[in-house]
C-alpha cells in the first residue's frame, strides 16, 4: 500500500523462505555449537585428551567458517529481504523493536569477535583464557537468540502488544518461552549433528567412534524434549490459527505431517548411528543433516503458514494492510480502503480510475498490492493454476474474492476496495485462461470441490451437511440458488441450472446414516 | 506521477527515542563502518598490486601476506559495523530507503551473494595465501571486484533514495526490480570519490602496519611506510580532483549546503578540507623522516577527522536532497527508556569487553 511492491517472478515467498531456512539451520548451530566447543574442549583438558583437541582445531576452523561468513551473511540477508519484500512490515517491526535490535548487535559483534579469537587463538592463548573466550562467543550467540527470539515470535502472538504498544509486552508474548526452549534444544542437537561432517573424516576408527558417541549425545536427548516443548508451543498458539495444521490448510497440513516424520526419522538414524558410530562416513553424516534440515524447515514453514493471513499478528496483515481501522492507519485499513478503494489508497499504482480498456492492467496493479505479497500469477503459489484446478470463470472467481477472507479457515485476508475493483482483478486474472482449460465438474463431489470445498470440509461435521444431508431437494435448490440469503457470510455463487440439478440430488444423500 | 503524494508515508508508530539519538548513532556507527570499509576494499586492491610486483621483490610478497590474512577479519568487521547504521537509517529514513531498495531489488538482494562470495574468497587467500599457486591472484581480483560491486550498488541505492523524482518512472517501468541509478548524473563522481577515500585510506592501513612492525622489522616496516605513505597521498591528492568535481556538478541547491547556505555543513567541509591538506602533508612528509612514527598517528587522527566530517556533510547533503519532502519535526516520538537504557548499558558494557579481549589476545603469548 505504502510502498512499491517488489515483483519477483518466481515469488517473494520463496524467497524470503529460502533465505531464512538456510540462516536459521546455520545460526542455530552458531548457538549450539558454541556450547558444544567449550565443553568438549573442557572434557578434552580434563581426560587430558590430545587427540580431542587436535579434532577440536578442526572443527572450530569449520564451526567459524560456516557460521561466521555464511551464518551471518544470511542473517544479514534476511533483513535485505523482508526490508525487500514487505517493508511496512519491517518498518513496523524496526520501529516497535529498534532497541531490541540494538541490542542485538551489540551481541552480534561480540559474537563475531569472540568467535574469530577463538579460532585464531589457538595458537596465541593459555588453555584457560581460549575456554573464557570460548564461553563469551556462546553466551553472546545465545542472547542474540534470546533478543531475536523474541521480534521473531511476537509476529506469530502479538500478545497486549497491539492495544499498549508497550515493548516488553511483545517481546514476551504467549510464544516467546516455549519457542526459546525449542530453539535451544534444537541447537544443541545441531551442535552434535553438524560435529558429524568433521568426524567422519577421523581416521582412527576408536578415537572416532569416542567422538561420535559424545556428539551424538547431544543429539539424543534434546530430540527427545524436542516433542514436549513443541506441545508447549502449540498450546500457546491461538486455537484458530492452529487449526490450520489440521487438515483446513494444505500446506500447513503438510508441514505438519513432514515435521513428526522428518523428527523421527533423524532421531532413529541418530539412535542406529550410535550402535555403529565407526562407520560414519561423509554421507551418512549429510544423510542425517538433510533429515534435520527438513524438521527445521517444516518447523519454520509451519510457523508461517498458521501465521497467514497475518504478517504482524492481529496488527498487519500478509500484504501491509492494517486488520482495524485507526486514526494512525493513513488510511491502510481494511475498512477505509473499502470507502476509498484499492487504487486510490495504494500509492503505487499507475492506475487510479478503471476503464474499460485499462481495466486488466488496473487488475494487475490491484493483484500485485493485495495478493502478491503471497501468490504470483503462474509460478509459486500461482494463483493461475488454482482457477483452472476449481474450475472457476471469472464470474465465480469475483465472487469468491468477495469472500476470500473464509476461505481455506481464514489464511487470506479480505478483499480491499471497490466491486469494480475485483472485478479488474478478476478479468486480470483469467486474461489469461481460456474456458476450455478451466476443469469441468459432472459429479457432486466435484462441483462441492468447485463451489463449495474452498470454505467447507467434505465432512459431517461441516455446517453445510448439518442443513443438507437429508433435505428435500427443493429444499436444496432454495439453499443454492441464494447462498447469501441462507448465510452473508457466503459468495453470491449462481451455478447453472445443470449443476444445480445434480447438486439436489447428491447433498441429501452424504453421510445419511451418520447425520 | 505526483511525487509527494508517492512517496510513502512515515511509520505510524512512534520513535522509540528522540530523532537526534539516531541520526547521532547513524552517523557514529556509519564512520566505524566506513573505516572498516575502506579497509577492506583498500586493502583488497593493495594486495593485489602486491601480489604481482611480489614475484620478484620479498618485501611486496609479504605485504601481500599480510594484507591477505587481515581481509576476512576486516570483512567481518564491515558486515558486524554495517548492521548498526542500516538499522538507523531504516528508523529515521525508512519511507525513502525501503523505496528505492525495491526499485532496484535485484542488485540490492545481489550483495548478499556478491558478499558471500567476496567472503569466502578472502578466506582462501587468508589460509592459502603463502602458496605459490596461480588461482589465488584470480580469486583476489574475483573478491575484490565483488566488494568493488558492492560499494557501486550502494552508491546506486542511496543516491536513488534521495532523489524521490525519479521513482516512479523507474519502478512502473520495470516492478521487477531490475533498476540501477545509472541516469543519476552525480553517480559516478560520487562512487570514485567512495573509491579513491577507500584506497587512500587502504594505503593508510599498510603505512600503519608498518608502524606496528617498526619494533621487530624496521626494513620491511620502512617499506610500509614508504609505500602506504604514497598510495595515500597520490590518492587523497587526486581526490582533491574528484571531490571538487562531485561538489561542482550536484544541483546548484544542493552545492550551495556547502557553500554557506548551510552554516553546519559548510564548516564541516572547511574542517574535512583543512585536515585532509593537513594529513597529505604531515604523512608525506613524515615518510622522509629518520623515525616517521609520530607523523604517521598524526596524520592518522586528522584523517579520522576528515572522515568524521565527511560523513556529516554526506548526511547533510542526504536531508538537502530531501528538504522538500523530509520534515523531521513530524516524527511521533515516545521514548522507550528502559529498552534504551539496557542497549546503552550493553553497549558500554560491550565496548569494555570488547577492549579486554582484544587486550588479552595481543598480549604476548603465553602458554602453560
Known amino acids: 500500500m505504502n510502498y512499491p511492491v517488489w515483483d519477483v517472478s518466481f515469488g517473494s515467498g520463496l524467497l524470503i523462505a529460502i533465505i531464512s531456512v538456510v540462516h536459521v539451520f546455520v545460526s542455530h548451530f552458531a548457538v549450539g555449537g558454541g556450547l558444544f566447543l567449550v565443553l568438549t574442549e573442557r572434557k578434552a583438558y580434563k581426560e587430558n585428551n590430545s587427540q580431542l583437541v587436535g579434532w577440536l582445531k578442526t572443527h572450530s576452523k569449520f564451526f567459524v567458517l560456516l557460521t561466521v561468513v555464511f551464518g551471518a551473511i544470511t542473517g544479514v540477508g534476511i533483513w535485505f529481504t523482508i ?129 561420535a558417541k559424545w556428539s551424538l549425545k547431544w543429539v539424543l536427548p534434546s530430540f527427545i524434549l524436542l516433542p514436549i516443548f513443541a506441545y508447549w508451543y502449540v498450546a500457546n498458539i491461538p486455537v484458530e490459527l492452529f487449526q490450520s495444521t489440521n487438515g483446513l490448510m494444505a500446506t500447513a497440513t503438510q508441514y505438519a505431517t513432514l515435521i513428526s516424520i522428518f523428527a523421527l526419522i533423524t532421531f532413529l538414524l541418530a539412535l542406529v548411528y550410535y550402535f555403529f558410530t565407526s562407520k560414519i562416513n561423509l554421507l551418512f553424516s549429510l544423510l542425517i543433516l538433510i533429515t534435520a534440515f527438513v524438521t527445521m524447515w517444516s518447523f519454520e514453514f509451519i510457523r508461517e503458514s498458521i501465521r497467514k493471513p497475518y504478517v504482524i499478528a492481529n496488527y498487519m496483515y500478509g500484504n501491509s494492510i492494517y486488520t482495524e481501522s485507526s486514526d494512525f492507519d493513513q488510511g491502510f485499513s481494511i475498512e477505509k480502503i473499502n470507502e476509498n478503494g484499492i487504487l486510490n489508497t495504494a500509492k503505487w499504482t499507475s492506475i487510479k480510475k478503471i476503464k474499460k480498456e485499462n481495466s486488466i492492467q488496473a487488475g494487475e496493479e490491484i493483484f500485485r498490492v493485495e495478493c502478491l505479497s503471497c501468490h504470483t500469477y503462474d509460478a509459486y503459489r500461482g494463483v493461475r493454476n488454482r482457477l483452472i484446478d476449481r474450475g472457476w470463470d471469472k464470474n465465480i472467481t469475483s465472487q469468491m474474492i468477495s469472500r476470500i477472507e473464509h476461505m481455506q479457515k481464514g489464511i487470506m485476508p479480505p478483499f480491499a476496495g471497490f466491486e469494480s475493483e475485483r472485478e479488474s482483478l478478476s478479468d486480470y486474472l483469467h486474461n489469461n485462461i481460456s474456458q476450455s482449460e478451466l476443469s469441468a465438474f459432472k459429479s457432486g463431489k466435484g462441483l462441492f470441490d468447485k463451489y463449495c470445498q474452498v470454505c467447507h470440509q467434505y465432512s459431517s461435521d461441516d455446517p453445510v451437511f448439518f442443513v443438507l444431508t437429508g433435505a428435500d431437494r427443493e429444499e436444496v435448490e432454495y439453499y443454492l440458488t441464494d447462498l447469501q440469503g441462507m448465510n452473508d457470510l457466503m459468495p453470491n455463487l449462481v451455478p447453472n441450472s445443470k449443476e444445480i440439478e445434480i447438486m439436489m440430488d447428491w447433498f441429501p444423500k452424504q453421510f445419511i446414516n451418520q447425520n | 506521477m505526483d511525487i509527494q503524494t508517492i512517496i510513502p508515508s512515515v511509520d505510524p508508530i512512534s520513535l522509540p527515542a528522540p530523532y537526534w539519538l539516531f541520526k547521532l548513532l547513524l552517523i557514529v556507527t556509519f564512520v566505524l563502518h566506513i573505516i572498516a570499509m575502506n579497509i577492506v576494499f583498500g586493502g583488497s586492491i593493495i594486495a593485489y598490486v602486491a601480489k604481482l610486483k611480489g614475484k620478484t621483490n620479498d618485501n611486496f610478497k609479504k605485504l601481500y601476506s599480510d594484507l591477505a590474512k587481515k581481509l576476512p577479519t576486516f570483512l567481518a568487521a564491515t558486515i558486524t559495523l554495517g548492521v548498526a547504521p542500516l538499522l538507523f537509517l531504516q528508523v529515521i529514513y525508512g519511507q525513502y530507503f525501503y523505496t528505492s531498495s525495491a526499485i532496484i531489488g535485484w542488485p540490492w538482494f545481489l550483495v548478499i551473494i556478491l558478499l558471500i562470495i567476496a567472503y569466502y ?93 617498526w619494533g621487530t622489522e624496521k626494513d620491511y616496516a620502512k617499506f610500509l611506510i614508504n609505500f602506504g605513505g604514497k598510495w595515500f597521498t597520490y590518492a587523497t591528492m587526486l581526490q582533491f580532483v574528484v571531490g571538487i568535481l562531485y561538489l561542482i556538478i550536484l544541483p546548484k541547491e544542493q552545492m550551495m549546503t556547502f557553500m554557506g547556505e548551510n552554516i553546519f555543513a559548510t564548516v564541516s567541509f572547511l574542517v574535512a578540507l583543512t585536515a585532509a591538506l593537513g594529513s597529505i602533508f604531515i604523512i608525506f612528509s613524515s615518510t622522509k623522516n629518520e623515525d616517521p612514527r609520530k607523523g604517521i598517528y598524526i596524520g592518522t587522527s586528522l584523517l579520522v577527522l576528515v572522515l568524521v566530517f565527511m560523513s556529516i556533510m554526506r548526511d547533510s547533503l542526504r536531508d538537502s536532497y530531501l528538504s522538500e519532502y523530509f520534515n523531521p519535526d513530524l516524527f511521533l516520538t515516545a521514548t522507550q527508556w528502559d529498552v534504551l537504557g539496557i542497549f546503552l548499558f550493553l553497549f558500554l558494557g560491550g565496548i569494555a569487553l570488547w577492549i579486554f579481549m582484544l587486550k588479552v589476545y595481543f598480549r604476548k603469548p603465553n602458554f602453560n
Open chain 2, 121 to 213: 574468497g578472502f578466506y582462501i587467500i587468508a589460509f592459502k595465501g603463502s602458496e605459490n599457486n596461480k588461482y589465488l591472484g584470480w580469486i583476489l581480483l574475483l573478491s575484490s571486484f565483488c566488494i568493488v560491486l558492492i560499494g557501486f550498488i550502494y552508491s546506486n541505492n542511496l543516491t536513488l533514495m534521495s532523489t524521490p523524482q525519479f521513482w516512479s518512472q523507474k519502478y512502473f517501468r520495470d516492478p521487477t526490480g531490475m533498476n540501477l541509478n545509472l541516469n543519476e548524473y552525480t553517480l559516478i563522481p560520487r562512487y570514485l570519490h567512495f573509491v579513491t577515500a577507500a584506497i587512500a585510506v587502504g594505503g593508510l592501513f599498510v603505512a600503519i602496519l608498518g608502524v606496528f612492525k
Open chain 1, 83 to 211: 526490508a525487500l519484500v514487505n517493508p511496512s512490515a519491517t518498518s513496523a517491526l524496526i520501529h516497535a523493536f529498534v532497541w531490541g535490535w540494538a541490542i542485538e548487535w551489540v551481541f552480534f559483534f561480540l559474537e563475531i569477535t569472540a568467535a574469530l579469537l577463538y579460532l585464531y587463538g589457538w595458537k596465541r592463548l593459555d588453555k584457560q583464557t581460549h575456554i573464557w573466550i570460548g564461553w563469551i562467543y556462546f553466551l553472546t550467540a545465545f542472547l542474540s537468540m534470546v533478543v531475536i527470539n523474541g521480534i521473531i515470535t511476537f509476529m506469530l502472538t502479538s500478545g497486549n502488544w497491539v492495544e499498549s504498544k508497550n515493548f516488553w509486552d511483545g517481546f514476551f508474548n504467549p510464544t516467546y518461552w516455549p519457542s526459546l526452549f525449542i530453539r535451544f534444544a534444537f541447537s544443541l542437537s545441531l551442535a552434535g549433528l553438524y560435529a558429524l561432517i568433521t568426524i567422519s573424516r577421523i581416521k582412527d576408527s576408536v578415537f572416532k567412534s569416542f567422538v
